[in-house]
T-cell receptor, first 115, second 112 residues
């Protein structure tokens, strides 16, 4: 157990629907990062939150949004889902918000299948 | 923008032999961190090893070592004495200031 909790582990939904993925960071970590991994591809950075505030944005679609709550858990909202959104979505956390020496601890991911 | 290149989509190695997975990176920032992660078929991302840009010595963690050649901007992962359980995807990653960016990965298969 890495200490980063992601729920649900699996999600199957229809095109056009909206889903919410949840992440609880490791105790003491203030930063949460969301990544998307499509089939047999690398990890694409979506967005980062640090202590409740958005810190950095990557290749996140306008149909996607995220937030980090006062208890530091984060939610990634995906709406108007398309078949191409099917992927493994990872949440990771780190103690610091910035700086090259802080590694990430990853959750086990949420596998989203859009049918 | 930072860029990480892993040129080997797939690699095979015989059990008990050593294998090197290549990674090159591109950055103009003098301060950065380099990371390797393992992703087995079960899907989780497992941290293996870290190298800071100012570190003088190559990082080692058990059977994993990082061959850091700063002038060539390469950070190759060396796995010694390969085991069947090493079969997985391996990702090289770099972090400058904010988020961590990943290479496309190398799928390693260990043959018995």
């Amino acid at each position: 157990d890495s200490g980063v909790t992601q729920t649900p582990k699996h999600l199957i939904t229809a095109t056009g629907q909206r889903v919410t993925l949840r992440c609880s960071p490791r105790s003491g970590d203030l930063s949460v990062y969301w990544y998307q991994q499509s089939l047999d591809q690398g990890l694409q950075f979506l967005i980062q939150y640090y202590n409740g505030e958005e810190r950095a944005k990557g290749n996140i679609l306008e149909r996607f949004s995220a937030q980090q709550f006062p208890d530091l858990h984060s939610e990634l909202n995906l709406s108007s889902l398309e078949l191409g959104d099917s992927a493994l979505y990872f949440c990771a956390s780190s103690v610091g918000g910035t700086g090259p020496h802080y590694g990430y601890t990853f959750g086990s991911g949420t596998r989203l299948t859009v049918v | 923008a930072q860029k990480i290149t892993q040129t080997q989509p797939g690699m095979f190695v015989q059990e008990k032999e050593a294998v090197t997975l290549d990674c090159t990176y591109d950055t103009s920032d003098p301060s950065y961190g380099l990371f390797w992660y393992k992703q087995p078929s079960s899907g989780e991302m497992i941290f293996l090893i870290y190298q800071g840009s100012y570190d003088q010595q190559n990082a080692t963690e058990g059977r994993y070592s990082l061959n850091f050649q700063k002038a060539r901007k390469s950070a190759n992962l060396v796995i010694s004495a390969s085991q069947l359980g090493d079969s997985a995807m391996y990702f090289c990653a770099m972090r400058e200031y904010n988020d961590m960016r990943f290479g496309a990965g190398t799928r390693l298969t260990v043959k018995p």
